[in-house]
């Protein structure tokens, strides 16, 4: 008699669903991305404020000397950052759903730190607020069922 010693098969994550909610979130990934990219180089480009008519006085008290290193994290992260999630969005990554989350949840908090940072209010940041809150919130519900079903495979 020999005992069977082979380990249970592990069911594979299953991929998410690109329903309304994915495609709502893959195409504010898209905007998103589009305007950190824009925003990121005018700053990257020109660190002084001057294409975007910031002054450099808005940074007193930050660890920044210029616009350069936030224009990278803004083009990095959000702009190149969001248009990868929305490329494994639509190629239906198992983690898309939760990486564009992240991405939404990011851009929330890169506006209440800049806030903070720069202690004057534009147009601009309650839009920005708002589509990072409407990412996270439409990929918490194109992920929610491959949630679901993972923890249902987790017995």
């Given at each position: 008699?020999t005992?069977?010693?082979s380990?249970p098969?592990?069911?594979a994550?299953?991929?998410p669903?690109m329903?309304?909610?994915?495609?709502?979130?893959?195409g504010?990934l898209?905007?998103?991305?589009?305007?950190a990219?824009?925003?990121g180089?005018?700053?990257?480009?020109?660190?002084d404020g001057?294409?975007m008519q910031?002054p450099l006085?808005?940074?007193a008290?930050?660890?920044f000397?210029?616009?350069?290193?936030p224009g990278l994290?803004?083009?990095g992260l959000?702009g190149?950052?969001?248009?990868a999630?929305a490329?494994?969005?639509?190629?239906?990554?198992?983690?898309?759903?939760?990486?564009?989350?992240?991405?939404?949840?990011g851009?929330?908090?890169?506006?209440?730190?800049?806030?903070?940072?720069?202690?004057?209010l534009s147009i601009?940041?309650?839009?920005c607020?708002?589509?990072?809150?409407?990412?996270?919130?439409?990929?918490?519900?194109?992920?929610?069922?491959?949630?679901q079903r993972?923890?249902?495979t987790?017995g």
């Amino acid at each position: 008699m020999t005992a069977d010693v082979s380990a249970p098969a592990i069911p594979a994550i299953p991929r998410p669903v690109m329903g309304l909610a994915g495609r709502i979130a893959v195409g504010l990934l898209m905007l998103l991305g589009i305007g950190a990219l824009a925003g990121g180089a005018a700053l990257v480009a020109k660190p002084d404020g001057s294409v975007m008519q910031m002054p450099l006085s808005l940074l007193a008290g930050s660890p920044f000397a210029d616009y350069s290193i936030p224009g990278l994290i803004l083009g990095g992260l959000f702009g190149l950052g969001s248009f990868a999630v929305a490329f494994l969005g639509l190629r239906s990554w198992r983690l898309a759903p939760f990486l564009g989350f992240a991405i939404g949840c990011g851009q929330m908090i890169w506006i209440v730190v800049e806030l903070a940072i720069i202690k004057e209010l534009s147009i601009l940041h309650p839009i920005c607020f708002g589509l990072g809150l409407a990412i996270a919130a439409a990929s918490s519900t194109w992920g929610w069922p491959t949630f679901q079903r993972w923890r249902a495979t987790r017995g």
